[in-house]
């Protein structure tokens, strides 16, 4: 079974993102779960109190949750991009998400969720179940 130490919640109603994030899972010990899906929604709940519309990267061994533009970022770093690509995709986020939601036909603005948050013990609890469902996930693409 593949242990993540991070798990990236994305809109998986987006085909781009869908596509994005079945690349990201070639990064070392990310895995990828639907905004939609029931694990995802429990784990924003628990750490925010709402689950707001935004890609978040769940990283236990930081313990830490990057949100919004924080995500892109951490996730264009740990991709090996250069510096000034991180820079790019955290100045121009917002301007990204729309695109793309023109694109997909999504018909809804992410949230204004774009820092680095202390991850939640609520939160860590139940990083295991949305990890489980990372894996599902990944085996449904592969």
């Known amino acids: 079974m593949v242990e ?22 070639r990064l070392r010990k990310i895995g990828a779960v639907s ?4 694990e995802a929604q429990d784990v924003l ?3 925010f109190g709402e689950t707001p519309f935004s890609m978040v990267l769940v990283d236990r061994r930081r313990n830490r949750v990057y949100a919004g533009r924080s995500a892109a970022e951490e ?3 740990r991709a090996g991009t250069p510096g000034l690509v991180s820079s790019l995709v955290r100045d121009r986020y917002d301007d990204i998400a729309r695109a793309v939601g023109l694109a997909s036909g999504r018909g809804r603005d992410p949230d204004d969720y774009h820092d680095i948050y202390p991850l939640a013990d609520e939160a860590a609890a139940l990083f295991d179940a949305l990890a489980s469902r990372a894996v599902d996930e990944a085996a449904t693409l592969a």
């Open 35 to 38: 905004w939609y899906d029931e």
């Open 4 to 25: 993540y130490d991070a798990v990236l919640v994305y809109d998986g109603e987006c085909p781009y993102c869908s596509v994005a994030a079945r690349a990201l899972r």
């Open 75 to 77: 996730l264009a770093e």
């Open 45 to 47: 709940r628990a750490q």
